[in-house]
């Protein structure tokens, strides 16, 4: 967005340097400073993307996670609405049991474990602070930093060393490229929607084939991908078997796809090319 808006990035503890950006510090565990810090910047939108997202560490720290994932989303929510700003929430599909496919926004939430409680009362808290906010329910991926690699770059790294890695087949989901769902987050809230919306790729697949698709798109050996249940492992959270959300809603507010699998990994080896993985790569460093 970056050639569209003035940005701002708010630091937290790494230190950020990204082309046509400003980074200014954010302290989002009170009220009242993000209050005075925001009347000082004055932004038009507020994105917040700031959690605890390793769901095993979540279930290992209950309360870390419910101050990341919950308190601070309400006091977001609360100084937005306070100040008047549109608000952009940035949600999970981690919410439902997965006891079936393509789950709709007005369906109740079912959290399996501590990351999709926390996740699920940010929203009831946000919503109650600030009606209206528009909340992004998705599963995305793409190019990260060096501190975090996402789901993609996991799997490119390691096919691209030579090694093997095991992967769910019986896990589920509908994933966006980050790009495709940073327009769409945008275009909602230009157009004054609010509520809950599900932001995320048309393309129900297992984590199994999003790996086996996008190594063939990367020309990586895909014989390095070994089957893996999630049903047969044993880790400190449980999960949902299928996370598939259904877009209809955004799709139909949008007037347009949100695209598909084929499209998004195309996208990411253009971006690759472009020089955005590197740049990505070298924009965060220790602080």
């Not at 990260?144 to 691209?160: C, E, M, V, Y």
């Not at 509908?174 to 809950?196: E, F, K, N, Y």
């Not at 507010?253 to 998004?264: C, H, Q, R």
């Amino acid at each position: 967005m970056r050639d569209r808006h003035e940005i701002y990035l708010a630091q937290h503890v790494r230190r950020i340097r990204l082309r046509d950006t400003r980074v200014v510090p954010l302290k989002l565990e009170s009220t009242e400073t993000m209050v005075r810090q925001l009347e000082e910047y004055r932004p038009d939108l507020i994105v917040h993307t700031a959690g605890m997202t390793s769901v095993d560490q979540c279930e290992r720290e209950p309360q870390k996670a419910h101050e990341a994932n919950a308190v601070l989303a309400r006091n977001v929510a609360q100084a937005t609405a306070h100040l008047g700003l549109r608000l952009i929430h940035i949600s999970t599909d981690h919410l439902f049991a997965g006891t079936r496919s393509f789950y709709h926004e007005d369906e109740s939430p079912e959290p399996l474990n501590v990351y999709a409680r926390t996740k699920f009362l940010a929203e009831q808290w946000v919503q109650a602070a600030y009606p209206a906010a528009l909340m992004i329910r998705t599963n995305f991926f793409g190019w990260g930093h060096r501190f975090r690699k996402s789901f993609s770059d996991w799997i490119l790294s390691t096919l691209a060393a030579g090694q093997p890695l095991d992967v769910f087949d019986d896990a589920n989901f509908t994933p966006i490229l980050v790009d495709r769902l940073a327009l769409a987050a945008h275009r909602l809230s230009a157009m004054g929607l609010t509520g809950i919306y599900h932001v995320v790729g048309s393309d129900r697949v297992s984590k199994y084939e999003f790996a086996a698709r996008l190594a063939r798109r990367f020309a990586l050996p895909e014989g390095l991908i070994r089957h893996a249940r999630i049903s047969e492992t044993r880790l400190p959270a449980r999960r949902p078997p299928d996370m598939s959300l259904d877009n209809a809603k955004a799709r139909a507010a949008l007037g347009a796809s949100l695209g598909t699998l084929d499209e998004y990994f195309e996208a990411l080896r253009h971006q690759q090319q472009m020089g955005q993985k590197l740049e990505l790569l070298e924009a965060v460093s220790e602080g």
